[in-house]
């Protein structure tokens, strides 16, 4: 993997936690997904999903946040992986202090502008906060 990890290991059937850094090259949207995955095989493991499909739409989510990151946040960005109470919490900080739009379709375009509108049908909870340094998008997922 090309990303930077710190990873908080099983501990007493419990996973806390796995923080990723990533350059915020194109090829770190196809390393992220991959961490992400390799973490929810891990939580698999000792916490199944109540639902196959929810590993699908945790994958799909980190996947077009961090796209979108590398699109329009240039630079590094972090991805971390937490396990909540029924869900995963993922938290993607970035270097850019906008917080995401919704944009309008465009089919001409490859079909892009549904990405912010996924993860937000997807998610429980989606929130942006902002700081001088950037901004960490906070979603959680059903789990």
Do not use: C
């Amino acid at each position: 993997m090309g990303g930077e990890t710190d990873d908080d290991t099983l501990a007493g059937q419990d996973i806390a936690h796995r923080l990723v850094r990533f350059a915020g090259a194109p090829a770190d949207v196809t390393e992220a997904r991959l961490a992400a995955e390799a973490y929810l095989h891990d939580l698999a493991r000792v916490f199944p999903p109540a639902a196959p499909d929810h590993g699908d739409d945790i994958l799909l989510v980190v996947t077009e946040l961090a796209a979108n990151t590398v699109e329009y946040a240039p630079g590094p960005f972090e991805l971390r992986l937490s396990r909540a109470f029924d869900g995963v919490h993922v938290v993607l900080r970035d270097t850019s202090p906008e917080p995401p739009a919704p944009r309008a379709f465009d089919p001409s375009r490859g079909g892009r502008g549904v990405g912010w509108y996924l993860v937000q049908s997807l998610s429980r909870q989606v929130g942006v906060i902002t700081h001088e340094r950037g901004k960490d998008v906070h979603v959680f997922l059903p789990w």
